[in-house]
């Protein structure tokens, strides 16, 4: 683990360090700066230090046998009692690339009630299962702690989660754990010439698709969002159950209530999507494209622009900070095409782009593009669906 250090030779304690600190991380106490928990390993004090006084310490490139670790591991969560899609996506994909490492896939389970027969045939050769009331309700440290465990018993060199509220909580807690590295919202995953997982992802706002490697540790991870790959199931394959038995966490967390969030539908599903973005710029302008969704049966939802603006809710955007999306068919009004956008509209099957600028970049991949004033080809869309 790194942590930051101080030369008291070099520190002329000038406080600059304390300065530049957006975290509180650093204070300066009898003339010297104390590092604390706050700090995010920015490292903007050891940029701004004047003297060079502070170094980072156990950085430094450990010996490591990646051939130990084999096998891709996927987390498997339990949502409403049965598989999550995300995690069906997963296993499709852990397949590809165990059968490019001739290797096993392994699912991996904690929680309570496991209906077993569904993952027996769920694709995965070996299912590990923690099953027990104590993972009735969600809490970190027991989830984190038992899933170390079974990892650092089962070693897989690659191990797959969704990218869901649950996903990426416990991924950095056993990244941290397993002292390895992680990628987020990957949207693409391959294996290189020397059997590195590539883990592939839009970097600076979109502009780059960065690959990154983590060749000096395992197990590989990465976190996928849903509807970035296909559900593919080898039906063929029975899997093998391992109850995992013995594990001794304890969590420091008791949970007193449970407060459900007011459910909203989920765009990630809709069959049928009205995108709107910066063309509307009033709130009673959005009452046009809702109803226009409500008569063709379909779901609203935007561009971020609409949701900075506070007119849309965030569970609404589509894009590389929101949802991914598989429409069979999707209508963007006013939208240009910034590839964070697109970013999420990859699995749409039709897309009718509507814009009044004929060289939006959204006109360049839309299945159809209609030069026109958003609020009047909208008002034509619903006038024609009245008169069916
Ligand atoms: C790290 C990062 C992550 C991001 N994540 C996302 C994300 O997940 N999703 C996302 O959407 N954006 C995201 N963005 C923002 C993104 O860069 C764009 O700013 C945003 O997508 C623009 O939204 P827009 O297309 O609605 O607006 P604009 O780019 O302003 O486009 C509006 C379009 O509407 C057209 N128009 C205006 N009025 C009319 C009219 N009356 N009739 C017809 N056409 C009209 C214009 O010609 C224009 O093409 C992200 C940015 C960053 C840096
Ligand atoms: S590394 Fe960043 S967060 Fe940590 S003390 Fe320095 S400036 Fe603050
Ligand atoms: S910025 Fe450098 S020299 Fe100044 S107090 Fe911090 S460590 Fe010391």
Redesign the pocket.
Known sequence: MAILS?DNS?????????K?CKFQG?K?EN???IFNDNCTFCFE?IT???????TVLGLEKKEFDTTLWSGVMVYLEIKDNILSEVSKELIGKARELANTLSEKVFGVVINHNINLEELKTCGVDTVFVAEGEQFADFKLDLVGDCLHSIIEKVKPSIFLVGATNQGKTIVPYISVKCETGMTADCTSLEIDKNGNLIQIRPAFGGNIMAEILTENSRPQIATVREKIFKITVDVKTQAEIVKVQGLEVVSKYDVLKIVKKAVDSDISHAKILIAIGNGVKKKEEIAVFQKLADEIGGELCSSRALVEAGLMPQSRQVGLSGKAVSADLMFAFGISGSAQFLAGVGGVKTLIAINADPDANIMTIANHGIVADIFQTSAEVLLSLRKK
């Not at 070099?10 to 304390?18: T, Y």
């Not at 701004?48 to 502070?54: D, F, G, L």
């Open positions: 101080v070099k520190c002329i304690s000038c406080g600059i360090c304390e530049s650093v300066i003339k010297y700066p004090c701004a230090c004047p003297t060079s006084a502070i």
